[in-house]
């Protein structure tokens, strides 16, 4: 299995400027996590879907940001306008529900964002 | 809610054991994990616990007392490749994972 693939690896862009973040979750994997870190606050949960369904968003920091997963293989978060302070390494995560609550999750390598 | 509280920082020598701890207050208890993250990388999997006691898997142990609501990881033998952080991980009641900020271990010669 190709495990979870993300892109950009790193972006770095201007404040004010569109960001979009791309995921490609495991293949047959039910659950689809977008965490943030950042050195201040760690490993932060933004926003995570359940069939394709988002589920919880209490995580996304304001309106700028959004995310949608219009299949099984695919989401994105994006971040409209950017900000400084939106700077982190950005991971996308995804689980089988087969596994139950031991299930481990999958992530990808990231995206390190840098808004300038 | 729930807070997750882990060491900054810990350095030990090679070969020897070192135990990171967690605790932790929650509601809606689902198990606990401990991911390994070396720099630049994605965090991977290491333990799950559920029930109270000790899992033992090769050099690395994970304990659980669920009533004190704390956890430890152990590494024993340590290794160069071992300097890492290591997040420990609450299950919230719908099973979706709280990260704590983590462990930075060093590990000198």
């Known amino acids: 299995d190709a495990g979870v693939i993300q892109s950009p690896r790193h972006e770095v862009t201007e404040m004010g400027q569109e960001v979009t973040l791309r995921c490609k979750p495991i293949s047959g994997h039910d659950y689809l996590f977008w965490y943030r870190q950042t050195m201040m606050r760690g490993l932060e949960l933004l926003i995570y879907f359940n069939n394709n369904v988002p589920i919880d968003d209490s995580g996304m920091p304001e309106d700028r940001f959004s995310a949608k997963m219009p299949n099984a293989s695919f989401s994105t978060l994006k971040i409209q306008p950017s900000e400084p302070r939106d700077s982190a390494v950005y991971f996308c995560?995804?689980?089988?529900?087969?596994?139950?609550?031991?299930?481990?999750?999958?992530f990808g390598e990231g995206s390190r964002l840098t808004v300038l | 809610g729930q807070n997750i509280d882990q060491p900054t920082e810990m350095t030990a020598t090679e070969g020897a054991i070192v135990q990171i701890n967690c605790t932790y207050q929650t509601s809606g208890f689902n198990g606990l994990f401990w991911y390994q993250q070396h720099a630049g990388e994605a965090p991977t999997f290491l333990s799950y616990n559920v029930l109270d006691g000790l899992e033992e898997k090769g050099r690395f142990s994970s304990f659980l007392s669920r009533s004190k609501g704390y956890s430890y990881l152990l590494l024993k033998e340590l290794q160069m490749k071992d300097s890492a952080s290591y997040l420990c991980?609450?299950?919230?009641?719908?099973?979706?994972?709280?990260f704590g900020r983590g462990t930075s271990l060093i590990v000198h010669p």
């Open positions: 991980a609450v299950n919230r009641g719908s099973y979706i994972p709280t």
């Open positions: 995560a995804s689980r089988a529900a087969t596994q139950g609550p031991s299930g481990e999750l999958f």
